[in-house]
């Protein structure tokens, strides 16, 4: 495994977190490269040594994130649902601002990260869904997926908008709960 400077690494995580906190404020296609340098104090020239624009960032930044998620995976899978679900909400806790950013459509915020969001989530549905039995004998799977998805999302969405009204650990419960009757796990 190859090592990366330590100096590249502090370069770009200031890079991430000026878009981010920018986007918090402005509107991404009105953000310039100019504003990511200055917020991130470095040249503008630095930028391009890492990104080819300002999307590339976005869509590393994007990336990062969701296989952050996906590291989670591993062990989430064999757990109850509410338990499951606590280490994802401390995540989108402790990523507030790019969570609430990247999730909130009026800031001009390219809406991919919700399609890959969903994307995810989706995916990982796929494994829990019980058709041989019970109340989801009779539905299809893409609807159910679809339904589970996008319903887990919106939650996201809702508890984020509002200000993290709920603990992640009762989030967990709640969410866990639903998707447990929904799946009929």
């Known amino acids: 495994m190859i090592k990366v400077d330590r100096r590249i690494l502090k370069t770009q995580e200031a890079l991430k977190k000026a878009v981010i906190e ?31 624009d300002k999307y590339d960032l976005l869509d590393q930044i994007m990336e990062t994130h ?14 109850e649902w509410a338990d499951a679900l606590v280490p994802y909400f401390e995540y989108f ?16 915020t390219p809406s991919s990260f919700r399609t890959r969001l969903l994307a995810y989530f989706m995916e990982g549905f796929k494994g829990e869904i019980d058709k041989e039995s019970g109340k989801n004998a009779e539905l299809t799977e893409d609807v159910m ?27 967990a419960t709640q969410v866990g709960t639903l998707l447990e009757r929904s799946f009929n796990r």
Not at 34 to 48: L, S
Not at 149 to 170: D, F, K, L
């Open 22 to 52: 920018l986007m918090a404020v402005k509107n991404f296609d009105d953000i310039t490269i100019q504003d990511i340098a200055n917020k991130a104090n470095v040249n503008r020239g630095t930028i391009y040594l890492h990104y080819q």
């Open 93 to 108: 806790e402790k990523n507030y601002l790019l969570f609430s950013t990247m999730l909130a459509a009026s800031k001009g």
């Open 66 to 79: 969701i296989n952050e998620l996906k590291e989670m995976d591993t062990w989430a899978c064999q757990m």
């Open 145 to 171: 997926l679809q339904y589970a998805g996008t319903a887990y999302v919106g939650v996201i969405e809702w508890w984020i908008r509002n200000g993290m009204p709920y603990s992640p650990q009762v989030m």
